[in-house]
């Protein structure tokens, strides 16, 4: 999400902060409808983008500032670099201001976006919402939320070797790879992926048709443990259920020691909206 200016003093701040990334600064207006659209597209971009910084400012609140950054209308997006606006944009046009921040993100100091090796993706790991996840057969030693922490703590199967995790996301992603890490000896080997079957249970699970079905191997795990996936097949994702059959070292406990998914976020942005306010609001 972008942060909001609540000080003049942090505009200068933010403007020393773009010596070493890209600042992207939306000025915009509560009365103003196209603001409401690049709000959604800037919110959007701070997710793709972990490593660009994003801000807001009310003009309402601070008119001295908008008059000093010469902003005439709303929303106008300034972009920072080393110190000096290099680009503006007026309007809340998705495509340019996303083209913007790929033109300007790249370079000196900043990188794009990038997870686990994964270039132009991001960790969405921070989207699951895990009081509505759940897992079938864990441990209760060892749960579900410890795959969602770094560390030495595991997530274990209880009564056999077999899982069903049914993970929930707070908004739809696009999910391009997985990442695993796990205990080499108890490592899940075989498992199946269902986008969208919360319901999905073990006999489900072995007889329905999976989104993908993935074989783990040891080189896997030795390299990262990313598994990249049938990318058209996981395009809208609100859940993900994660059926897994065993494990390399054909042992009674499957173990995964951390979790990630990696992609990008569903823009949700209403169409007609982002079309109303392309040519901005005047002030």
């Keep these: 999400m972008a942060t909001n200016v609540e000080r003049e003093e942090q505009l200068i701040e933010l403007i020393k902060e773009s010596s070493s990334k890209l600042v992207v600064v939306d000025f915009y207006s509560k009365t103003c409808p196209p603001c409401r659209v690049a709000d959604a597209v800037v919110n959007q971009l701070a997710m793709q983008y972990p490593n660009v910084a994003f801000y807001k400012v009310d003009i309402a609140r601070f008119p001295d500032v908008s008059e000093k950054c ?4 709303t929303p106008t997006l300034q972009f920072f670099r080393k110190g000096k606006m290099v680009d503006m944009i007026r309007g809340a046009d998705k495509q340019a201001i996303t083209k913007m921040v790929e033109t300007h993100s790249t370079g000196d100091g900043t990188e ?4 686990f090796g994964v270039v132009g993706h ?11 996840s759940e897992c079938l057969n864990q441990s209760d030693d060892n749960p579900l939320e410890n795959v969602f922490t770094e560390g030495d703590s595991v997530l274990e199967s ?12 707070n908004q739809p992603i696009k999910l391009h790879s997985l990442m695993i890490r796990a205990p080499a000896d108890r490592a899940p080997k075989n498992i199946r992926l269902f986008a969208n079957r919360m319901d999905i249970g ?3 699970a072995e007889a329905s048709e999976a989104t993908q079905d993935i074989e783990l191997t040891e080189d896997i795990y030795k390299n990262g443990g990313v ?9 809208n994702v609100n859940s993900l259920s994660i059926y897994v059959a065993d494990n390399l ?6 173990a995964i020691r951390q979790l ?4 990008t976020a569903v823009d949700t942005a209403n169409v007609s909206d982002i079309r109303q306010g392309e040519d901005g609001h005047s002030h």
């Design 70 to 73: 010469q902003v005439s209308a």
């Design 112 to 115: 794009t976006a990038k997870a």
């Design 122 to 132: 991001s960790d969405l790991t921070r989207l699951v919402l895990k009081k509505k």
């Design 158 to 169: 209880d009564v056999d070797e077999q899982l069903v995790l049914h993970i929930a996301f």
């Design 202 to 204: 073990f006999d489900d």
């Design 227 to 235: 598994v990249n996936l049938r990318y058209v097949r996981f395009q």
């Design 249 to 254: 070292g054909d042992d009674d406990v499957t």
């Design 260 to 263: 990630a998914f990696i992609g």
